[in-house]
């Protein structure tokens, strides 16, 4: 069966610092991969998408940035972090045929 | 574009209430629709969901019909426990092959014992 990791699983950084927040999949190949956001009492914002090894597409631009390194592996990184990217990071996939998304446990985020 | 748009919280109700969450979808051609449920401190889980006009979609107790004349996917439960206290999410995918899923903003549900 599928299952899909996030770590850490909570994280406080300060203002300023890098980020590295990694996703990764079991059980299943060339899925679609995606990161989202949600801040404090909000909805999901989508924060980037990959359909294959190295193909990243960004939603928002931001101090944000994605990669995907392994066709199962996912990674949000940062290279200086805001107040404003505090917030609980979502992973996701899905492959073709399959119309609903499966969602990781998530990252929480305080940047302080 | 896609777009959808549910009821705002929070909702309180009592154990044993009827729950009616709304939820509403502007889309081109013939979406997909769902409901995804979030338990404090976790990820979104599928609750259910429907591919086509007139389906039902149900899942412990939860049902929700797509309407395609009133673009609307009303989730639903007879009556609700304090186990069901999360934060529902009503969303869509478009037909025509995109990547993308479009989320509501999340109805908020406390269920008081």
């Known amino acids: 069966s599928q299952t899909i990791h996030q770590w850490p699983a909570t994280l406080v950084q300060p203002v300023g610092s890098p980020l590295s927040l990694e996703c990764t999949v079991e059980g299943t190949s060339n899925p679609n991969l995606y990161w989202y956001r949600q801040a404090a009492g909000r909805g999901l914002q989508l924060l980037f998408y990959?359909?294959?090894?190295?193909?990243i597409s960004s939603e928002v631009p931001q101090n944000l940035s994605a990669s995907r390194p392994q066709d199962r592996q996912f990674i949000l990184s940062s290279k200086k972090l805001l107040l404003s990217d505090s917030g609980f990071y979502l992973c996701?996939?899905?492959?073709?045929?399959?119309?609903?998304?499966?969602f990781g446990p998530g990252t929480r985020l305080t940047v302080l | 574009g896609n777009s959808v748009t549910q009821m705002e919280g929070p909702v309180t109700l009592s154990e044993e209430a009827f729950l009616t969450i709304n939820c509403t979808y502007t889309a081109t051609g013939y979406p997909s629709l769902f409901w995804y449920v979030q338990y404090p401190g976790e990820g979104l889980q599928l609750l259910l969901k429907?591919?086509?006009?007139?389906d039902k979609g149900s899942n412990k107790g939860f049902e929700a019909t797509y309407r395609k004349e009133t673009t609307s996917f009303h989730l639903e439960k007879g009556s609700v426990q304090v186990s069901d206290s999360a934060v529902y999410f009503c969303?869509?995918?478009?037909?025509?092959?995109?990547?993308?899923?479009?989320f509501g903003a999340g109805t908020r549900l406390f269920v008081k014992a």
């Open positions: 996701a996939w899905t492959i073709s045929g399959i119309h609903e998304q499966f």
């Open positions: 990959s359909v294959g090894i190295g193909q």
């Open positions: 429907a591919t086509k006009a007139d």
């Open positions: 969303a869509l995918k478009d037909g025509t092959g995109g990547f993308k899923t479009i």
